[in-house]
């Protein structure tokens, strides 16, 4: 929530602007208007040799569950950049994204998730101060009980389900 003005440190009011239909924070001296809209989420599933790299998350929020290598998209990067940076700054991972798995909308939190199918470059990874632990799963090894977001779930049944192994075999979730 937004108090004051990032522009003239005036006092902001919350109310409908001429012409528009939703509440907005408006500056009482500058009367500049400040919209605030959906975040950008980027991540990816990373697959070495058939299997999924995770990360058990060492930051709030939900700590000490697991998760796919995800975080906000920054300015001046690509989706897919981004994704490759966080999942490199999550896991030490290096990977080539492949093509995107799914959209997320999560309009509760005003987040948009872009979740990307990537191919690890080597076996390489490791933990980081964002990780406490990171490992590779096979589609039968998943912690379901213990992934941080519903979207990670939602997105790892979907890749497993509509998934095929490299030998052309499916998952079999
Ligand atoms: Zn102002």
Known sequence: MMNFCNLCGGTLSTLVPEGDNRIRHVCGQCEHIHYQNPRVIVGCIPIWQNKILLCKRN??????????????????ETMAEGAQRETYEESLARVNITYLHGLYDIPHIGQVYSLYMAEMENAEFGITPESSEVALFDAADIPWEDIAFKVVKLALEQYLQEGRRKDGQPFGL
């Open 59 to 76: 930051i709030e929020p939900r700590l000490g569950y697991w998760t796919v290598p995800a975080g906000f998209l920054e300015l001046e």
